[in-house]
């Protein structure tokens, strides 16, 4: 099956093109990693990971406008969702973690040295 | 209702696995008990009733239509018997109830699991041998590891855990290079050369064994030979690729022992029979000499370890690897005699040594020890016991009269007329006539092979002066008179001698040894039509080696006479190739519809 | 001639099925005493019951074996009758027979129209001929006597192993029915492994004696060394036949060809490595040559066994083979496997009877005696002298019977003494009369008396080898004055001279009651023969006393010495054998090579003055005897022999242990073969099984190897994540350009 643009449909975006949002995409990324390398507290580690995950949903609506396809949107959806979910989860993780350790340095939790 | 049969014996211990699962475990043994007599009785009808012994190739004792599993890979679910399987499922399900009743007493905790395991594990088996599938046979050859696993890991001796693992890994590893031979066959199958068209995957054992020892070069049959030995050879075990053996054997339960000698080694030998032969015959042939010298050295070097054992068990797990040689020695002297003899051989070895590893079991839960050193002169405590070992001992050391024997002398006597030597004067001046046929080993692999026989006699007797004769000796603990003391608290106390439950395992495997010994003339004419085709595959391999090393002279005779180096011995009607030959027996009629060349 | 053979067997074929049926029933009868006895055992049976299944089934087995031989009768006297005729021509074929076919055993057959086709055949089957019925009747005849002498013998074990001896015993002679009757080879081989089984379970039979577990074990392995070349003969005949029956290749042997119609003789396969396969086999079971060390310490066993295996029958089974596949030795022109056979047969003679000369166990004496006759046997056949070797199976079966049972009742009588030192003047007792009586006239016989049937067997060897190479006929002669030696030896120290005994220490395996050290031997004597009503003997405590003999003993030993001495005109009083000589004449074994040999005995004939010349040797022997062992003996322990020992120096000491043969086997087999096999064993452990677990450790030291790059430290991960995308964009990146 051929995408919309391949078809000869013009681009959708006006001034923004592509380019634009895939650089923020860019940015918004490596500030999540770069912050998930650095920091140690779990809770800003866990931010972070939030960052990066947005970062790609960015990218992936951005294609999906360029290509035309509602995919990529649904599926940002589906992520969107599930990140939700998943920061419930994770945030009561690291809630019980610091109650076993009384503090939230990721350094604190080594367990798994082989 | 006959064409389930087959399913049936399979479906039966399956469902009873899953009935002693959520039953209490106060029915698991009535339960399993039941599950494996029912399963007998299916089998014994399928046998006796409806199976036709005399005809050649696949007898379909599954369902009508095959049940198309993965269609676009060819897989399909399909089963049948021909007279080897069909024995191999008999002696199976015989074993089934035997291995369960053997276990009342023997097995005090975690009985559900247990029984479970021991069904699942009979289902496996049973699908192994009825398999026309390859990669059904594969997945139920791979599957029986786990119930053994388990059997081995939670119910063994002290050593259990490490000689779970190393079985489990030993043939794990083994059987998944054969798999890549297997499917080697499968993909050359719809790749090989001079095919029109677009040809469907199949996986039809019949199918696939018709076309790659038709078409596969010498080459490529070695190679495919010598992935499918990784995974078989060391299942039987031969001999370099043992040592799994004895280590699982001697820390098995009772009744785990008597499955892997009665039925899991010879998945191995069955598997050989069934897809190493007709496969790859020409890769056969040339390294039968190979095969042969390996067996011999099983033979010889086992049965001399076996003599310096002071563990019973050990013992006859070692005798293993010295009977198994003698099969497969057999088998590889690709003619009827050898070839009988060998699947007699299966048969013969899983009862009598099936046996013995339920005596030694019925001695280690009285005493609670197999060492040779604190057992002895068994025989004045517990008569009953000691004339079944000293029964099932001659049945295993070759007593003519009994069935090891039979099946022994057919393979030593294969292994003896297997030469064609014997026409090229190098065994003097005997022509090629009845008494010898064309073939790979010769008198002189018969003399090595049969100075295994003496050696056989050595151990065992000297596990019987051990054990049976002599001056009693019991572990400390057990006094002269009191037999069965009070160490052990739990569960029933056994007799001093054994029990009528004991003695009723027994006997019907005493029944068949000597049933087999002395009458063995319905099973060697059972294995006659399928022997036959596996002789005529061999004779096949060997005019491939002869047109692969004479191009010249299959281009002086032209295409059709290719088999020009003919063989002495293998009289065939002019102007046909054994190739030939092959097709009527070899191709069901199945096996048309997902082979066949699509336009 | 072939045609000769069809009228014969068609000529006895209207007999035929009345035959069939008593045929049949030879074997049937022997395995229903074998079922019975095993059920005796089974319901606890605590009686003399088994004994009588085993002597009443026997005995009609007896029955059954006198109508076979009455039926074959005009079978045998017409191929006598040709056999007087054609003197000369080398004539297996002449022999009448009668094969009948019972079930299929293991007879298959594979081909047909697509590959190359075949056939085996191993039936069930009996072959009839003279030889059969001659081994038939003595097998059945002393059987059945046999089993009556032990019916009391083993008294003292009623119970369980009463039941395990008499079924071991039935088991027995269906096997040795089995071997002679046999119709081909395999069944041959069938009966063969059988008398090995039960000559293993019956040496074995007071297993807590760790003797005779190991005696029992000796035996049977040094067997199936033996047996292992038959049954590569056995191939090798197929191989070369394409049969095993004994007619067919009979048949191809007759007419000169192997199975593909070429000649036998054009190599050395058929006529020599063939026989000398067969040979090993024969050689194994008749306890000659290198196998001759299982069969002394085979008198561990019970003595009525001793008698009936280890003497009468089962020895000779080696005999039997080698005369039936007698074609066979004959198709090589210059018999090498016969003259082998010969020689082995002479060496063995000569050789055991020095042992036995030197030996104080009166039962081992027998025991050498017994391998020492085998010896002449084979000479025998070696020196072409068929009916000879056959005559001397026959006269032997019924003498050394009778001499191991006389042992045995001294055995029985005196708690297991077999000690020549300890026992003296036995005759002189009350009730030992006709103990003494047998074992004199058997000694008589063993001798080689003039008249008596062992002198008449022996001659018609001893003339036949002095025909075919005097130095065979020299070792033979020589021996038959040793023998007549250590005779006369073991019956004058035993029987004659004053009267002294001390009891043995016997020690009986008791299956019922473990306690037998509550009782003494008095008791235990007591105990067992209490209801025997035979009171006399018994003491109640205190000093030994010996009991005699009771009437099944008696019985059987007086009609033993009747029987030594109605054989005579079977055996004697006429050119090659007699009757026997008739009988081996109607079978395959039937030659006539005799005449063929120009040796002398001293430039005179040798069939002419053997009679006198082996007479006197055997008188001479028992003077020495007399003067060594009785002349002026005042005890039981010393005699005129000692004062000669000094004199032979060492020799005495090493004939006594045997000239160390077996430490010589355990040191050059048993222990190499045992460090050989702790070789392997370690092999197998380190090696072998250490290879296995070298692949297993290589991923188990490849994870330990890369195991720190788990830190456990998350942001360790985090890098490894960022790095493993950076790599992969570099990647593509460069891939991309």
């Known amino acids: 099956m051929m995408t919309l643009a391949q078809a000869g449909y013009p681009a959708a975006m006006g001034g923004a093109t592509l380019g634009h949002y895939l650089v923020v995409s860019a940015i918004l990324f490596t500030l999540g990693l770069i912050g998930f390398l650095t920091r140690r507290n779990l809770i800003i580690m866990f931010l972070c990971t939030e960052l990066m995950f947005q970062a790609s949903g960015l990218a992936l609506i951005a294609f999906g406008r360029y290509h035309m396809s509602f995919t990529g949107q649904t599926f940002v959806i589906f992520v969107l969702t599930v990140a939700a979910a998943e920061a419930a989860m994770a945030l009561a993780l690291v809630v019980l973690l610091f109650r076993r350790r009384e503090s939230l340095d990721a350094e604190a939790w080594q367990d798994m040295k082989g | 209702m006959n064409q389930w049969l087959l399913i049936l014996a399979m479906l039966t211990p399956l469902a009873s696995a899953l009935g002693v699962a959520v039953l209490p475990a106060a029915r698991a043994k009535t339960v399993a008990m039941y599950g494996t007599l029912v399963a007998l009785v299916f089998v014994l009808y399928a046998g006796f009733g409806v199976f036709s012994w005399e005809q050649s190739g696949y007898m379909q004792l599954g369902m009508d239509e095959p049940i198309r599993w993965i269609p676009s890979l060819g897989l399909e679910f399909q089963v049948g018997v021909d007279g080897i399987s069909m024995m191999l499922v008999m002696l199976t399900a015989l074993l089934g109830p035997i291995c369960v009743i053997s276990s009342f007493t023997a097995i005090k905790d975690r009985e559900k699991t247990y029984y479970a395991w021991l069904l699942v594990l009979q289902a496996a088996m049973t699908g192994v041998f009825c398999a026309r599938d390859l990669i059904l046979f594969y997945i139920c050859f791979e599957f029986t590891l786990v119930p053994m696993f388990i059997l081995i890991s939670v119910w063994g001796s002290t050593n259990r855990k490490k000689a779970a693992i190393k079985f489990f890994l030993y043939t794990f590893t083994g059987s998944v290079i054969a798999l890549a031979g297997l499917v080697y066959v499968a993909w050359f199958n719809v790749h090989r050369p001079g095919i029109e068209g677009h040809v469907n995957w199949t996986f039809n054992i019949q199918t696939l064994a018709f076309a790659s020892s038709k078409w596969m070069s010498l080459n490529q049959q070695t190679w495919v030979m010598f992935a499918l030995l990784a995974g078989f050879a060391v299942k039987v075990p031969l001999f370099p690729v043992h040592t799994w053996l004895p280590l699982a054997h001697t820390e098995a339960p009772t009744a785990g022992s008597v499955i892997l000698a009665g039925v899991l080694l010879k998945l191995g030998t069955y598997a050989l029979i069934r897809f190493v032969l007709p496969f790859v015959p020409a890769a056969v042939v040339a390294y039968a000499p190979l095969i042969g010298a390996l067996c011999i050295v099983g033979i010889i070097y086992g049965g001399l370890i076996c003599w310096v054992q002071t563990d019973v068990k050990k013992l006859v797990a070692y005798s293993s690897v010295a009977h198994l040689g003698f099969c497969v020695l057999g088998m590889f002297a690709l003619n009827h005699a050898g070839i ?107 003399i090595i092979a049969g100075t295994g026989m003496i050696i056989a006699a050595m151990y065992l007797l000297y596990m019987l002066g051990k054990v049976v004769w002599g001056p009693l000796r019991l572990p400390a603990g057990h006094d002269h008179h009191g037999g069965h003391d009070a160490k052990d608290d739990h569960g029933p106390a056994l007799p001093t001698d054994l029990s009528m439950r004991e003695i009723g395992v027994l006997v019907p495997l005493a029944v068949l040894c000597v049933a087999l010994g002395v009458y063995p003339k319905p099973l060697l004419e059972a294995l006659k039509a399928p022997t ?38 293998s009289e065939r009607p002019a102007g046909t190739t054994h190739l030939e030959l092959l097709t009527p027996d070899m191709i069901s009629p199945a096996s048309g519809r997902p082979g066949e060349v699509t336009p | 001639m072939l045609t000769a053979i069809g009228t014969m067997v068609t000529a006895a074929e209207p007999e035929g099925g009345g035959s069939h049926w008593t045929l049949t029933m030879i074997v049937v009868l022997p395995l229903v005493s074998f079922v019975l006895c095993g059920l005796c055992a089974a319901f606890k049976v605590k009686s003399k019951l088994p004994a009588w299944i085993t002597v009443a089934s026997l005995a009609a087995a007896f029955v059954f074996t006198l109508m076979a031989f009455m039926n074959a009768g005009p079978m045998i006297a017409a191929a006598g009758a040709e056999h007087g005729a054609e003197h000369a021509a080398a004539s297996a074929e002449h022999a009448g027979h009668l094969t009948v076919h019972v079930f299929d055993w293991l007879n298959f057959d594979w081909g047909g129209g697509k590959s190359s086709s075949g056939r085996f055949d191993a039936d069930f089957g009996f072959y009839i001929d003279g030889l059969t019925l001659l081994w038939m009747l003595f097998v059945t005849g002393l059987g059945t006597l046999i089993a009556l002498y032990a019916s009391e013998y083993m008294a003292h074990d009623v119970g369980l192993g009463y039941c395990r001896f008499f079924a071991a015993f039935s088991l027995f002679v269906l096997s040795m029915s089995c071997l002679v009757m046999a119709s081909n080879l395999l069944m041959l081989f069938f009966g063969w492994e059988g008398v090995g089984l039960c000559s293993y379970l019956l040496i074995g039979y007071f297993y807590k004696k760790p003797a005779a577990v190991a005696a029992a074990k000796k035996a049977f392995i040094v067997n199936r060394i033996g047996d292992l070349g038959l049954l ?25 060809v192997d199975a593909g119609g070429h000649p036998l003789t054009t190599s050395s396969w058929i006529p020599v490595i063939l026989p000398l396969l067969l040979t090993a086999g024969a050689f194994g079971k008749s306890a000659q040559l290198f196998f001759y060390v299982w069969l002394p310490d085979a008198m561990e066993g019970p003595t009525p066994v001793s008698a009936l295996i280890h003497a009468a029958t089962m020895v000779t089974a080696g005999v039997f083979l080698i005369a039936r596949m007698m074609p066979l030795y004959t198709i090589d022109p210059a018999h090498t496997i016969l003259t082998f056979v010969a020689w082995g047969g002479t060496i063995t003679a000569f050789w055991a009877a020095t042992i036995g000369m030197a030996h104080f166990d009166i039962k081992r004496v027998m025991g050498y005696s017994t391998a020492s006759q085998l010896g002449y046997m084979f000479a025998g056949l070696g020196v072409m002298n068929s009916a000879g070797g056959a005559a001397h199976v026959f006269s032997h079966a019924f003498f050394k019977a009778t001499l191991f049972l006389a042992c045995g009742a001294v055995m029985h009588g005196f708690a297991g003494q077999l000690d020549l030192r300890k026992l003296s003047g036995v005759r002189k007792l009350p009730g030992w009369k006709i103990v003494a009586a047998a074992m004199f006239f058997g000694a008589l016989n063993l001798s080689g008396v003039t008249f008596t049937a062992g002198f008449w067997s022996k001659d018609l060897i001893l003339a036949s080898s002095f025909e075919q190479s005097p130095a065979i006929g020299w070792i033979l002669l020589i021996t038959a004055g040793l023998t007549a030696y250590y005779t006369f030896r073991a019956y004058f120290r035993v029987f004659e001279g004053p009267v002294y005994f001390e009891p043995g220490d016997e020690v009986h395996g008791h299956d019922e009651h473990e306690d037998h050290a509550g009782h003494g031997h008095d008791g235990h004597g007591e105990e067992s023969h209490a209801h025997d009503g035979h009171a006399q003997g018994h003491g109640h405590g205190g000093e030994f006393h010996p009991h005699a003999p009771g009437w099944a003993i008696n019985t059987v030993l007086a009609t033993l010495v009747v029987g030594c001495f109605a054989i005579i005109p079977l055996v004697g009083f006429a050119e090659h054998g007699a009757w026997v000589g008739k009988m081996v004449g109607a079978s395959s074994a039937a030659m006539h090579g005799g005449e063929e040999g120009h040796g002398t005995f001293l430039g005179m004939n040798p069939h002419s003055v053997m009679y006198y010349v082996s007479s006197v040797v055997g008188l001479l022997g028992i003077a020495a005897a007399w003067w060594l062992h009785l002349a002026g003996r005042t005890s039981a322990a010393h005699a ?21 043969v077996d430490e010589f086997y355990d040191a050059v087999i048993r222990i190499p073969l045992k460090f050989l096999s702790n070789i392997f064993y370690l092999l197998d452990q380190y090696l072998v099984d250490g290879l296995v677990n070298l692949t297993g450790f290589v991923p188990k030291g490849l994870g330990r190897l890369i195991r720190p790059s788990q830190s456990g430290e998350l942001h360790g991960y985090a890098l490894g994540m960022a790095g493993g995308l950076a790599v992969l964009i570099l990647i593509v990146l460069m891939v991309a350009r």
Not at chain 2, 410 to 419: K, P
Not at chain 3, 641 to 658: C, F, N, S, Y
Request: charged residues 15%; glycine residues 14%; proline residues 5%.
């Open chain 2, 340 to 446: 009988e003899g060998s699947v007699l051989y299966m048969i013969n070895h899983g009862l009598s040594t099936g046996a013995l590893f339920l005596l030694i079991g019925m001695i280690y839960e009285r005493y609670h020890t197999r060492s040779m050193k604190e057992l002895g002169g068994l025989a004045a405590k517990m008569p009953v016991w000691a004339t079944f070992m000293v029964f099932f001992t001659m049945a295993s050391v070759g007593l003519p009269g009994l069935n090891g024997f039979v099946s022994e002398f057919l393979c030593v006597m294969g292994t003896y007329q297997a030469s064609t030597a014997w026409g090229s004067g190098v065994w003097h001046t005997l022509v090629p006539q009845v008494g010898t046929t064309p073939g790979e080993l010769g008198p002189w692999y018969a």
């Open chain 2, 532 to 569: 036959d085709s596996l002789v005529q595959a061999a004779n096949a391999g060997r005019e491939k080696i002869g047109v692969e090393a004479t191009p010249g002279e299959r281009a002086a005779k032209g295409e059709k006479g290719a088999g020009s180096a003919q063989l002495p011995g």
């Open chain 3, 232 to 256: 590569m003969g056995i191939l090798g005949v197929y191989a070369a036949f394409g049969t095993v029956q004994y007619d067919k290749v009979f048949e191809f042997i007759h007419k000169g």
């Open chain 3, 640 to 660: 005129n022999a000692d004062k000669l020992e000094p004199a032979l120096g060492p020799i005495v000491t090493w004939a006594r242990h045997k000239w160390y």
